[in-house]
């Protein structure tokens, strides 16, 4: 297994590298055309090439793997249950959803952000390539059948990521400030929280409430950490929800009818 890009075709080598807004420190790997690298959380004789949650029992123990094909990479999600995603580092809109059981995403992007979510937030490394192809701009990826997973690397954790409670009031404001981007996946509107209150029929003071405690107690968000701007808060809110799937046109069921429908 080679840790360093080779002399001969430098512009054909896959960077996976420990990501520089997160604490867990992840060795440098250079991956060559056909290379291959799983991560998770490792452990009971499960090796992991890239050790993202050791003691995280939310994580499976081989939770994917990263395969360079010489100027971009594919991802492969072998948990049962959990979605994976990969950020755009370089545009702050771009992010690809991997879905469970997924063998083989491409993923079109110089420079990388595989998230993976555990018990308390996420768990994150960065991966570049040589240059964005342009053969390869439409993302795939196949669902993995029960034959080609053995029971090394399947694993259905017994924790859950993102604790949400669907009949809790805190996720119908979820959907609410998400239902716009899901019925039109093509807008970047957002309700505010008088609409969402009024919606809802709560005061505006405990909408803020509800976000506040999904920020800080679902997605360890601190403020600290997050972007600046007056709604970032309902930006980061709706990005977490939408990127990881915890919020799906059939949720929107939990919402009443708009004021004025019949």
């Given at each position: 297994m080679s840790v360093f890009p080779s002399s001969d075709d430098p512009e054909q080598v896959i960077t996976v590298q420990q990501d520089y807004d997160s604490d867990t420190p992840v060795p440098t790997?250079?991956?060559e055309r056909g290379e291959s690298r799983t991560f998770g959380r490792g452990g009971r004789n499960r090796h992991v090439d890239i050790l993202v949650a050791a003691g995280d029992r939310a994580v499976s123990r081989v939770a994917g793997e990263v395969t360079?094909?010489?100027?971009?990479?594919?991802?492969?999600?072998?948990?049962?249950?959990?979605?994976?995603?990969?950020?755009n580092t370089e545009r702050l809109a771009g992010f690809l959803q991997v879905p469970p059981y997924t063998q083989g995403m491409l993923v079109p992007f110089e420079t990388s952000r595989v998230l993976v979510p555990g018990a308390h937030g996420e768990h994150s490394f960065l991966v570049m390539a040589p240059a964005a192809c342009g053969s390869v701009l439409v993302p795939s990826g196949d669902p993995l059948g029960d034959s080609d997973l053995g029971e090394s690397n399947a694993e259905r954790t017994d924790v859950r990521s993102f604790r949400i409670d669907r009949l809790h009031t805190y996720y119908r404001v979820l959907a609410a400030f998400c239902?716009?981007?899901?019925?039109?996946?093509?807008?970047?509107?957002?309700?505010?929280?008088?609409?969402?209150?009024?919606?809802?029929?709560?005061?505006?003071?405990?909408?803020?409430?509800?976000i506040d405690y999904l920020l800080k107690t679902k997605f360890q968000v601190e403020p600290e950490d997050a972007r600046q701007g007056q709604d970032w808060r309902v930006d980061m809110l709706t990005e977490k929800a939408l990127h990881f799937g915890l919020v799906t046109r059939e949720d929107l069921s939990v919402l009443p009818d708009p004021e004025g429908d019949a």
């Open positions: 790997h250079h991956l360079s094909h010489g100027d971009h990479w594919r991802i492969s999600n072998l948990s049962p249950t959990k979605a994976y995603v990969v950020e239902e716009p981007r899901l019925l039109d996946p093509g807008t970047r509107y957002t309700p505010t929280q008088h609409q969402v209150a009024r919606r809802l029929k709560l005061s505006k003071a405990a909408v803020n409430s509800h």
